[in-house]
C-alpha cells in the first residue's frame, strides 16, 4: 500500500514511525510548505520518498493509496475533502477541523467518496481507556463525571509556529488543541452529550494567542449524566491528566494519566508489549496501535477503528461551548 504525509511538523515523526513498522505500507510522498522540513522527515523515516510543497500536485502525481494530515487546524477540512474526492483514504489529525459548517462539507465528502477517513484519536486505545470502559460497564455506567487538562503552554510554544493561538488557524485554545483527547475520551465514558454551559477565557497568555488557554465546561448527557471538564494551558508544569467517573452503583473510577484506581485503591492490569513509542507522554503513546489498525481497515480486515461521526461530538461540543461562553447561557448540542 502506497501512502504519503502533509505537514511535516513537530507530530508528524509518530505517524511516520509507526507507518515504518507496518510492513506492506510504503511512504512514496512526504510535503510541507517548508522543504526544509519534508527534506528532514525523507531523510529519517522515507528516504524513497518524493517530496513536495503542494500538497494537490503529490496527491495527482502520486496517486497514494492513503494520505496522512498532520497539518494546522484550519487546513484539516480542505486537505481531507481534497484527498475524499480522489478517492484516496485518509488518516486525519485531530481535531477534524474548526467550525459546524466544516463537519457538514467533510461528512458529505466522506459519503460521496469510495474512500475512508480515520481521525487520530489515539488515546481511545490507551490499555487504561480500555480497561476502564470495562470497569464502567460492570459497575453501571456514569451517574456524574470530572475531567481535567492541567498542562503547561508558554509564551515561546504559541509565537513558535504562526498558526498557533490565532482563532482563525487553530479554531480556539486549549479546548480544541491540548484538551480534545480528552473531551473525547469523557463523551466515550458517558455517552451522547446533548448541552453544555460554559466559561472560557484567557489567564496567562494574553501577550501571546487571542484565543482561550483556561475553560470550564458542565455538560450534560442523553443518559441523565452530567460532567464537569476544565482545561487548561497556563499551569505551570504537564500534570497527568485526571478523570473521576461516579457509578450508578455508587463505586469510583479514577484515572491519572494511565494509573487507574477504584474506589481510591490502585487498580492494576496488563499493559500489552509494544505499548509505548517515542513521543511526548502527554500525547498519549498510541499512534503506532491507531495507525496500524487504519491500515488494516483499509485491508478490511478490521472495521474503521475512528469514525467521522464519533470524532465530530467532541468539536460539536467544544463549538457549543464557544456559544454557551458568548452567549453566557446553556447551549444544546447538535
Ligand atoms: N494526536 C496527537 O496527540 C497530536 C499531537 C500533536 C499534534 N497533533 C495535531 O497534529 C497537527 C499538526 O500539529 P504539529 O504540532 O505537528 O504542528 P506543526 O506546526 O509542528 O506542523 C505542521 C506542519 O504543517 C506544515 N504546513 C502548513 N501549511 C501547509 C500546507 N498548506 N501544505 C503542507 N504543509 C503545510 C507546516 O509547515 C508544519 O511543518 C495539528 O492538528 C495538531 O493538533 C496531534
Known sequence: MKTALIGCGAVAGNHLAAIGKLP???????????????????????PTAAVFTDYKKMLDEERPDAVHIATPHHLH??????????????????????????????TDAEEKSPATLTVCFQNRFNPATVVAKKLLAEHGGVACARASVT???????????????????????VLINQAIHELDLLIGFCGKPISVAATVANHAHRASIDVEDTAELLIS????????????????????????????????????????????????????????????ECWGTGHYRLIRRFYEALERKAPNPVLLSS???????????????????????K
Not at 225 to 231: E, K, S
Not at 253 to 262: A, H, R, S
Not at 315 to 325: D, E, I, K, T
Open 24 to 46: 506492506g505500507v510504503e511512504i512514496v510522498a512526504l510535503c510541507d510548505i517548508v522543504p526544509e522540513r519534508a527534506e528532514a522527515a525523507k531523510l529519517k523515516y522515507a
Open 77 to 106: 477540512c480542505e486537505m481531507a475533502c481534497e484527498a475524499l474526492a480522489r478517492g484516496i483514504h485518509v488518516f486525519l489529525e485531530k481535531p477534524i477541523c474548526i467550525s459546524e459548517e466544516e463537519i457538514d462539507r467533510l
Open 151 to 173: 498542562w503547561n503552554r508558554d509564551d515561546d510554544y504559541y509565537r513558535a509556529d504562526a498558526w498557533r493561538g490565532k482563532k482563525a488557524t487553530e479554531g480556539g485554545g
Open 221 to 280: 448527557f442523553d443518559s441523565g449524566a452530567t460532567a464537569f471538564f476544565t482545561a487548561t494551558t497556563a499551569f505551570s508544569c504537564d500534570a497527568p491528566n485526571f478523570d473521576e467517573l461516579y457509578c450508578k452503583d455508587g463505586r469510583r473510577i479514577t484515572l491519572v494519566g494511565q494509573e487507574i484506581y477504584l474506589d481510591g485503591k490502585p487498580f492494576p492490569y496488563d499493559v500489552p508489549d509494544g505499548f509505548s513509542l517515542p513521543g511526548k
Open 311 to 333: 470524532a465530530a461530538v467532541p468539536v460539536r461540543v467544544l463549538l457549543a461551548a464557544y456559544r454557551s461562553s458568548n452567549a453566557g447561557t446553556t447551549v444544546p448540542i
